[in-house]
T-cell receptor, first 112, second 112 residues
Framework: ETGVTQTPRHLVMGMTNKKSLKCEQHLGHNAMYWYKQSAKKPLELMFVYSLEERVENNSVPSRFSPECPNSSHLFLHLHTLQPEDSALYLC???????????FGNGTRLTVT | GENVEQHPSTLSVQEGDSAVIKCTYSDSASNYFPWYKQELGKRPQLIIDIRSNVGEKKDQRIAVTLNKTAKHFSLHITETQPEDSAVYFCAAGSSNDYKLSFGAGTTVTVRA
């Protein structure tokens, strides 16, 4: 039991599709994050929500659209993605501020 | 922003030997330095962290050292075991914001 649950685990989508990634945390945290993990690269921070307010948008293309309806749920809406967007997308949560991040198992995304 | 360099990118050690991974950071405001372990197909998990008010921290076979003047920190694993085989990530962040900057990772292989 990880405390941070991501669905789906795997996703294959075409460049014209629209899909959403879901993250849910059961740890009582108040900050949630999306990270992109590509092979041989550092984890790239995409978005941060603290107390349901977006506090970081790290120059991410508009084809990625986050949504945080409450402190336990985080979504990443995807549309018109490119093959280079194929990666592992990790959700994480923490108490607000820099504190240990708790990661989910990730969604392995393949864009064809 | 913060830039974290991690070396080596791959490390192979004989079971029972020690493994050392080194990271450097650029932002002198960084004061929180966690290390994450990611086994194949699994989520990154925090294994140890250190804050800038201490120079060393140990937890059983794992230790982390921090040199604030030189802006580098290291992970030491002693008496390595096959289950230590994984990718290890260092990170650096500041208590003033929500961001953690990650190194590119070190793939550690422990040979039996």
């Amino acid at each position: 039991e990880t405390g941070v649950t991501q669905t789906p685990r795997h996703l294959v989508m075409g460049m014209t599709n629209k899909k959403s990634l879901k993250c849910e945390q059961h740890l009582g945290h108040n900050a949630m994050y999306w990270y992109k993990q590509s092979a041989k690269k550092p984890l790239e921070l995409m978005f941060v929500y603290s107390l349901e307010e977006r506090v970081e948008n790290n120059s991410v293309p508009s084809r990625f659209s986050p949504e945080c309806p409450n402190s336990s749920h985080l979504f990443l809406h995807l549309h018109t993605l490119q093959p280079e967007d194929s990666a592992l997308y990790l959700c994480a949560s923490s108490l607000a501020g820099v504190a240990p991040l708790h990661f989910g198992n990730g969604t392995r995304l393949t864009v064809t | 922003g913060e830039n974290v360099e991690q070396h080596p990118s791959t490390l192979s050690v004989q079971e029972g030997d020690s493994a050392v991974i080194k990271c450097t950071y650029s932002d002198s405001a960084s004061n929180y330095f966690p290390w994450y372990k990611q086994e194949l197909g699994k989520r990154p998990q925090l294994i140890i962290d250190i804050r800038s008010n201490v120079g060393e921290k140990k937890d059983q076979r794992i230790a982390v050292t921090l040199n604030k003047t030189a802006k580098h920190f290291s992970l030491h694993i002693t008496e390595t075991q096959p289950e230590d085989s994984a990718v290890y990530f260092c990170a650096a962040g500041s208590s003033n914001d929500y961001k953690l900057s990650f190194g590119a990772g070190t793939t550690v292989t422990v040979r039996a």
